[in-house]
């Protein structure tokens, strides 16, 4: 018997069982392009988030009206009107960090982590269980390539949100700032929580079988 989706389990897939980043290995571009610096992953994760929490509860609403044979265009002008919104938004109140994240706030629009919820979740579920869908993997997002931007900003400028962490005399990591510091950082990063969600899921098994 399959197991019911609920709310809470939904919301925490995307935080630890599905994680965009760590698991499903969704939206690369942007986690490598944009996490130089702590606040534009943060930044950037928000924005994914709205995106998703939006967009899957507009198409979970319209799931029994859209034509199969149009679904994908549907979504597009879907995900292209939030993101939209979430681009003047920024220009007008943050022109800043706009422009540090640069292209990759409209190519939301095509960011796999999108397509992928609207298509595999959001057309198949209610409301309700689609909006918890996008807000656990929106979370899930942001979590993960917030972590990594700090880091890589540590190591690299020697400062976590523009703050000054590292004493004056640490030389900072040139590469960490660099496309293959990315990597280096998301791979380790891959390694740590793969084996901890490993391990909780062993534990898991563990309790039931103690249960049993």
């Known amino acids: 018997m399959a197991k019911k989706n609920t709310v809470p389990s939904t919301l925490l897939n995307g935080l630890i069982t599905e994680n965009p980043t760590f698991t499903l290995m969704l939206g690369m571009c942007p986690t490598l392009g944009v996490t130089t610096a702590a606040m534009n992953g943060i930044g950037m994760g928000l924005a994914t988030t709205f995106v998703l929490v939006c967009s899957n509860l507009f198409i979970s609403l319209l ?14 002008i879907v995900i292209a009107s939030f993101v939209t919104m979430v681009d003047l938004f920024m220009q007008a109140f943050l022109p800043d960090l706009r422009s540090a994240l640069g292209s ?15 298509e595999s979740f959001a057309a198949k579920n209610p409301p309700l ?7 656990g993997m929106g979370i899930g997002f942001t979590i993960s390539i917030t972590l990594l931007a ?7 400028t020697g400062t976590i949100f523009g703050a000054q962490v590292m004493p004056e005399s640490y ?12 990597f280096i950082t998301l791979g380790l990063m891959m390694i740590l929580a793969n084996a901890a969600r490993k391990s909780i899921q062993k534990r898991r098994a563990a309790r039931k079988e103690a249960a049993a």
């Open 63 to 76: 799931r029994n009206i859209i034509p199969d044979k149009v679904r994908i265009p549907s979504y597009i």
């Open 104 to 118: 990759y706030i409209p190519l939301i629009v095509v960011n796999c982590i999108i397509f992928a919820r609207a």
């Open 129 to 135: 269980l689609s909006l918890a869908d996008g807000l």
């Open 150 to 156: 700090a880091i890589r900003e540590l190591f690299g």
């Open 171 to 182: 030389q900072p990591m040139g590469i960490m700032t660099q496309v293959p510091g990315g």
